[in-house]
């Protein structure tokens, strides 16, 4: 999706207000929740869904 | 919070001093020579006389007792050094560390096992002494309280384990 909207990660991650760190963190899956709050923000920032953006993989 | 901990830190240094110069104190008191003087009757000793009967022996495990008594309390003592770990880590800013939970399971050891073994010694010193030894009048002694602190101990180390999850969650929560 980022690519989609030519956008760099720390370019989101600075919309957002997340650091860099964190967003790399929710890229890479190791992050443990997402909050409504920053899932909004995300929608906001690259003007998608969440469903855009979330996918489920099994284990 | 910083100055709290330095005075936690600074009060416990006290008590740790007081209980080494009490324990130093009461070893200087207490007669080593005896030890010599049981060495030289094993040494002269009739290898056919009973052991366990004679009066030496008796003695013996008089002062057995009584070093494994002195031994106990070093242990205490250094269960209480763990606090001072603690405090090093709470100053560091690491409330809910691995460290900390180990710490406090192994205070929790330690005082657990103060007062079980203390009771065996006192008993086997009662034993030994032909003194009545009056278990219940034993547990009412103050050192008994130990026993609810290391289980509190327990406790703590396991709610700290709780809270390290639970802050590594949040940390992971974005």
């Known amino acids: 999706m980022l690519?989609?909207?030519?956008?760099?990660s720390n370019e989101l991650a600075e919309i957002i207000d997340i650091t860099p760190a964190n967003l790399s963190i929710l890229k890479s899956g190791k992050a443990k929740a997402v909050r409504f709050s920053t899932l909004e923000?995300?929608?906001k920032a690259l003007d998608c869904q969440p469903a855009d953006i979330l996918e489920y993989v099994e284990d | 919070m910083k100055d709290n901990t330095k005075i936690l830190t600074i009060?416990?240094?006290v008590v740790l001093l007081s209980s080494v110069s009490i324990l130093l104190n009461d070893m200087r008191e207490f007669d080593f020579n005896q030890f010599k003087e049981f060495q030289?009757?094993?040494k002269a000793a009739n290898k056919n006389d009973s052991w366990f009967t004679s009066k030496n022996a008796i003695q013996w495990s008089y002062y057995t007792i009584s070093a494994g008594l002195f031994f106990w309390r070093g242990c205490l003592i250094y269960g209480f050094s763990y606090f001072l770990s603690i405090l090093k880590e709470i100053e560091n800013g690491n409330y809910f560390s691995d460290k900390n939970i180990k710490y406090f399971k192994k205070i929790g050891n330690i005082f657990i096992w103060y007062t079980v073994n203390v009771l065996i010694l006192r008993f086997l010193l009662a034993a030994i002494n032909k003194s009545s030894f009056n278990f219940f009048n034993e547990l009412k002694a103050e050192f008994t309280f130990l026993i609810p602190a290391g289980l509190a101990f327990f406790i703590?180390?396991?709610i700290f384990k709780r809270a390290k999850d639970t802050e590594e969650e949040n940390e992971l929560t974005i």
């Open chain 2, 40 to 42: 030289n009757w094993a």
């Open chain 1, 3 to 8: 690519a989609k909207r030519k956008m760099r």
């Open chain 1, 41 to 43: 923000a995300i929608c």
């Open chain 2, 156 to 158: 703590l180390a396991e």
């Open chain 2, 11 to 13: 009060i416990t240094y």
